[in-house]
């Protein structure tokens, strides 16, 4: 896939998810698990390829905007707030969740710019766009579920589908 598609998929992929921790919602298994996995799943398979034809700093780039952007999720789960909401687990995003999706966006733009100013941009760098958005939102739900877990909430049972 090009690296147009990548964006654009990250991107409807980010405005879903914001767009659902603005105006809050329930926390089923399923949430927490499907949209992460399906984005690393695609990611590792782009990123497969690209690996083979990058050089060691444009892998060290990577480390560091993959340790960037898990940080910015972590702290993103820390931010949401949770409830109980008809017996079930309810979250919903603080102004400091939108801040640090805005961080998050900012990174992976920023580290686009600077590796080609570092000289270290390649393949890699626009093949990673999914994987990175997957693992960011993997690190906010698993501290959501931790919270979650912590605080005795139990996650919302998904509605058997037809």
Same mark, same amino acid.
């Given at each position: 896939?090009?690296?147009?598609?990548?964006?654009?998929?990250?991107?409807?992929? !980010?405005?879903?998810?914001?767009?659902?921790?603005?105006?809050?919602?329930?926390?089923?298994?399923?949430?927490?698990? @499907?949209?992460?996995?399906?984005?690393?799943?695609?990611?590792?398979?782009?990123?497969?390829?690209?690996?083979?034809?990058?050089?060691?700093?444009?892998?060290? =780039? =990577?480390?560091?905007?993959? !340790?960037?952007?898990?940080?910015?999720?972590?702290?993103?789960?820390?931010?949401?707030? @949770?409830?109980?909401?008809?017996?079930?687990? =309810?979250?919903?995003?603080?102004?400091?969740?939108?801040?640090?999706?805005?961080?998050?966006?900012?990174?992976?733009?920023?580290?686009?710019?600077?590796?080609?100013?570092?000289?270290?941009?390649?393949?890699?760098?626009?093949?990673?766009?999914?994987?990175? =958005?997957?693992?960011?939102?993997?690190?906010?739900?698993? !501290?959501?579920?931790?919270?979650?877990?912590?605080? /005795?909430?139990?996650?919302?049972?998904?509605?058997? /589908? /037809?």
């Amino acid at each position: 896939m090009s690296t147009l598609v990548f964006i654009l998929i990250g991107a409807l992929v !980010v405005l879903r998810v914001l767009g659902k921790q603005l105006v809050g919602s329930v926390v089923t298994a399923r949430s927490l698990v @499907l949209m992460p996995a399906i984005l690393i799943v695609l990611g590792l398979g782009s990123a497969a390829s690209a690996i083979g034809l990058a050089r060691p700093g444009e892998i060290l =780039f =990577f480390l560091f905007d993959a !340790v960037l952007v898990v940080g910015l999720g972590l702290a993103r789960g820390a931010s949401t707030r @949770l409830s109980l909401r008809d017996g079930a687990l =309810f979250q919903k995003g603080t102004a400091l969740t939108l801040v640090l999706w805005l961080a998050t966006i900012g990174v992976r733009v920023g580290a686009a710019f600077l590796g080609q100013s570092l000289g270290v941009e390649g393949t890699l760098t626009s093949a990673t766009i999914l994987l990175l =958005f997957g693992a960011t939102i993997a690190a906010q739900n698993a !501290v959501i579920y931790l919270r979650a877990q912590q605080q /005795r909430l139990p996650l919302a049972v998904a509605a058997p /589908r /037809r």
